[in-house]
């Protein structure tokens, strides 16, 4: 896991795209791919984190990563959590989980929990996510 840390305006979200954007164009020329150990790379927005009755952070986070994969084109549809889970097992992922300060307060500590669940259920993928540094509270066992 890689946190990033900074004020508003210091590039945080503008590194995590560029990352996403040049793994996208690497993909595309063979020659390149030799040196790669990451299989996908998926950008997520933090901000569109909601709780909702019935479903689990982990469960939350999972949906997150369904929208990514449909949007970036990997998918007609938003897949099942059980395709999402197949894909986390048994691909090598470099999530970028963007702006955790842009989730509300009061579910902040839930979609952290979420992603370090990500982080030792799947511990295969690779984990990158910013945050504003006075929005960062770790959470016990990531100091």
Not at 40 to 43: K, S, T
Not at 73 to 79: C, K, L
């Given at each position: 896991r890689l946190i990033i840390l900074g004020d508003a305006g210091a590039g945080k979200t503008t590194s995590l795209q560029f990352i996403a954007q040049t793994f996208t164009e690497a993909k595309l020329l063979p020659t390149e791919l030799s040196n790669l150990s990451i299989d996908?790379?998926?950008?997520i927005e933090l901000g569109r984190f909601r709780l909702s009755s019935g479903q689990s952070p982990f469960q939350l986070i999972q949906i997150l990563i369904a929208e990514a994969l449909h949007t970036g084109?990997?998918?007609?549809?938003?897949?099942s959590l059980i395709t999402v889970n197949n894909i986390l097992s048994n691909k090598r992922i470099l999530l970028l989980l963007d702006g955790l300060n842009e989730v509300k307060d009061t579910i902040r500590n839930d979609c952290l929990q979420a992603i370090e669940d990500l982080a030792q259920r799947y511990p295969n993928n690779r984990y990158v996510f910013t945050s504003r540094l006075h929005s960062f509270v770790p959470i016990k066992g990531m100091e």
């Open positions: 996908l790379c998926m950008y084109g990997a998918s007609n549809e938003p897949p």
